[in-house]
């Protein structure tokens, strides 16, 4: 797993946003064969949806030959309420970029068949060659995507019922009023980001410290699911300083000392 250290929310978004389109170029990708990403939603990842909006409008990149799967979204929520995942994600990012309306993919929330759309979308997911980079952010408790503690860790899309920390932890997007909050989810499973080529985690704030600590330091567990990411062959996360404050100083200097060692010059079969 490779740590990267920045010293701001701002810094930390920047880096990813660059080291992801990086990735991108590499691919080369063409419309025949897209690079296929998975995107979260969530305060942490703006810094990198504003860079790729800001360097796309100066003409420095383009999303025609990206294929996305957004992770999760409400159940019964309208698309056009300003706190769905398709508001979302389409007020921060695809509004604003060239990526077609037919590449983005987004769980359907209202659809009647709640599990069809889980699994037809583990099935597209398949069928468009599988994720190349699945980029994701964690809640206070170390879940990703809505795979809240207990969650299997080999689970795939599904329907699931948030913890009453999301509930109280998002209720700061429905004027802080936890019965406006959706109960319920559709989420890619544990298994589903596991199975990405490579799978980046953007983790910020002091708030997310302690599941920091649980996730680089602690054993691999459901009551923190994003540490199965401990498992992955190519794993990233990057942290700003206030989210490393509960990791001991010891893990902070060593992946700091990797990072100004070998950092970005290393090549990327042995980046993590
Ligand atoms: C929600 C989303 C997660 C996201 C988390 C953290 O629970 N389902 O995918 O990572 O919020 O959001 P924020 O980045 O705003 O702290």
Redesign the pocket.
């Known amino acids: 797993m490779r740590i990267v250290i920045k010293e701001t929310k701002k810094e930390t978004g920047k880096w990813t946003a660059d080291y992801i389109w990086k990735k991108i170029e590499a691919f080369g990708p063409t419309a025949e064969r897209p690079f296929v990403m998975g995107l979260?939603?969530?305060?942490?990842?703006l810094p990198i949806y504003q860079e790729w909006v800001r360097r796309y409008k100066a003409g420095e990149i383009s999303f025609k030959n990206v294929v996305t799967f957004n992770?999760?979204e409400y159940v019964k929520i309208p698309e056009d309420h300003p706190e769905s995942y398709h508001a979302f994600m389409y007020e921060n990012l695809f509004n604003h970029i060239d990526c077609p309306k037919e590449n983005i993919n987004i769980l359907d929330g209202n659809a009647a068949d709640l599990e069809k759309v889980c699994k037809d979308y583990e099935a597209k997911i398949l069928a468009s060659g599988g994720i190349e980079l699945f980029l994701?952010?964690?809640?206070?408790d170390g879940?990703?995507?809505?795979n809240e503690p207990g969650s299997s860790l080999v689970s795939r899309t599904r329907v699931k019922t948030l913890s009453y920390d999301?509930i109280l932890?998002?209720s700061r997007f429905f004027n802080n009023d936890m019965s406006k909050v959706p109960t319920q989810?559709l989420?890619v499973g544990v298994g589903t980001v596991m199975d990405a080529r490579e799978v980046v985690i953007i983790i910020t704030?002091f708030n997310?410290a302690r599941a920091v600590r649980e996730v680089i330091e602690g054993g691999i567990s459901h009551m923190w699911t994003v540490s199965m990411l401990q498992l992955h062959e190519h794993a990233v996360i990057s942290l700003d300083e206030p989210a490393t404050m509960e990791l001991q100083v010891e893990s902070v200097k060593y992946f700091k000392d990797i990072e100004d060692i070998a950092g970005d010059k290393m090549p990327n079969h042995i980046d993590e």
């Open positions: 979260p939603t969530g305060s942490s990842p992770m999760d994701g952010g964690i809640g206070p879940h990703i995507a809505f999301t932890a998002n989810a989420t704030g997310k």
